[in-house]
């Protein structure tokens, strides 16, 4: 990794863990997203597109117990720290691997972890936040053989607390760059239609799209709600999987063409 790209990580790295906060219920909202996948594609092989400081994995085999699919789990992560961490994680033998890069640079390393490419890929609010796109989401493809899924969510452009921001006065366009988007170097917010568009240039089909959760308020707002318990929440995600248009994060499943 180039020194520039190195530092931009670490500093994200910092940022994430001291302004966490709500970020832990959307962290959920996306994961049960994900299980539900599983559930439906029963993948073996599993290449994961960065972990953050909470392992996925964890929760998939906690899920699954003994019968659980997995044959191969890798973790692809930039960061130093959050790679480290994940290395230590006590797993079934043989089971789990961790490739410390950026998955630009690092497919012919992933790919070497397999004895044929991986069933699934999972890119959890990622895309959003990467300098480059278009290399990103090639790299993606490339991971992948024909038939192959792909998993990403993203922030949506326009969830309601970004539409709420406007009709407010407070922003000019739902797509405008807020303190924490400026904070973790996200690079951009997307509409559904920009999601879709470009994964299918790179050569992938689109399986299925959806939404979760309603956020009506920014992260630090919603942190501060008196009212908010484990019922109110679970009625938010609901409600952002029949709504979402406004939903405050979005997720397309594709298979690689």
Known sequence: MSEQREVRISDYGTAYRENYGFEQVLVESRRKIILELLDKILPRTVVEVGCGTELLLKQVLEKYSINSPIEQWVVVEANNEFAKSAEKADFPSGIFRVVNGFAEDSVEAILDQFKRGPDLVICSSLLHEVDNLTEIVIALSNMLSPGAYLHANVPNALSLHRQLAVSMGLTQSEKDLGERNKLLQQARIFTMEELIAILEE???????????????????????????NPELLDGLFQLGRKLPEIAAEIYVNARKL
């Open 202 to 228: 790179r050569g992938f089909e689109i399986v299925e799209t959806g939404g979760y959760f309603i956020k009506p308020f920014t992260h630090s707002q919603m942190d501060n709600i008196p009212f908010m």
